[in-house]
């Protein structure tokens, strides 16, 4: 298994600002992937974050806007760029465990609790 | 693309009676299926996976799932729920290298006691 951490838990930031989140895995993992859960609603798949590869992103996000960086396999981070109250939800990280190109577990962090005001 | 509707937003239940959650996927690929739980203010646990062989899987804190290829079905199962069972469940279909989850809707078990 991995345990993952994230940081901050949570935060209130003003709109048209950034907020940059953090991600740390216990061990070293190929694949780290970023979801999005907006109140009251199921996990959305943001990007996939690769190690030394532009992280690929999923309908409807633009790295403008969620730019993610993988410095290396135990760390991500990820900005959510120019706030707005829509983009307050819980953002969690989670990290593939597997062989090769097949990666059947994924762990999850604790989420970032976001209130754009 | 694959997708996952998950039946009950919510289920309410008594402590030691049995629960099944129910879910339902559709795909055009093979796909490996999964179960996650939330408790309050929490990330998500991994309860138990589908990935192939026997379509009965177990997972953690006595739950099990039973792959029905044929209904498209990966319902969720316990025989005898506690009040510490009280979350929110989610089904996951991946892609066939497992990434990628999709998840459903999400489904609310309440116990009562």
């Known amino acids: 298994s991995a345990v993952i951490s994230q940081k901050p838990s949570r935060d209130i930031c003003q709109r048209g600002t950034s907020l940059t989140i953090q991600c740390q895995v216990d061990?070293?993992?190929?694949?780290m992937f970023w979801y999005r859960q907006q109140p009251g609603q199921s996990l959305t798949l943001i990007a996939t974050?690769?190690?030394?590869?532009?992280?690929?992103?999923e309908s409807g996000f633009v790295i403008d806007k969620f730019p993610i960086s993988r410095p290396n396999l135990t760390f991500s981070t990820l900005t959510v760029s120019n706030m707005s109250p829509e983009d307050s939800s819980i953002y969690l990280c989670?990290?593939?465990?597997?062989?090769?190109?097949?990666?059947?577990?994924?762990?999850f962090g604790p989420g970032t609790r976001l209130t754009v005001t | 693309a694959q997708s996952v509707t998950q039946l009950d937003s919510q289920v309410p239940v008594f402590e030691e009676a049995p629960v099944e959650l129910r879910c339902n996927y559709s795909?055009?690929?093979?796909?490996?299926l999964f179960w996650y739980v939330q408790y309050p203010n929490q990330g998500l646990q991994l309860l138990l996976k589908?990935?192939?062989?026997?379509?009965l899987v177990k997972g953690i804190n006595g739950f099990e799932a039973e792959f029905n290829k044929s209904q498209t079905s990966f319902h969720l199962r316990k025989p005898s729920v506690h009040i510490s069972d009280t979350a929110e469940y989610f089904c996951?279909?991946?892609?066939?290298?497992?990434?990628?989850?999709?998840f459903g809707a999400g489904t609310i078990l309440r116990v009562k006691s």
């Open positions: 989670s990290a593939a465990l597997g062989s090769g190109r097949m990666n059947f577990e994924q762990y």
């Open positions: 061990s070293q993992v190929t694949m």
């Open positions: 974050a690769n190690q030394g590869s532009e992280a690929t992103y």
């Open positions: 795909s055009s690929v093979s796909v490996y």
């Open positions: 589908y990935l192939s062989g026997s379509t």
């Open positions: 996951a279909v991946s892609d066939q290298y497992g990434n990628k989850l999709v």
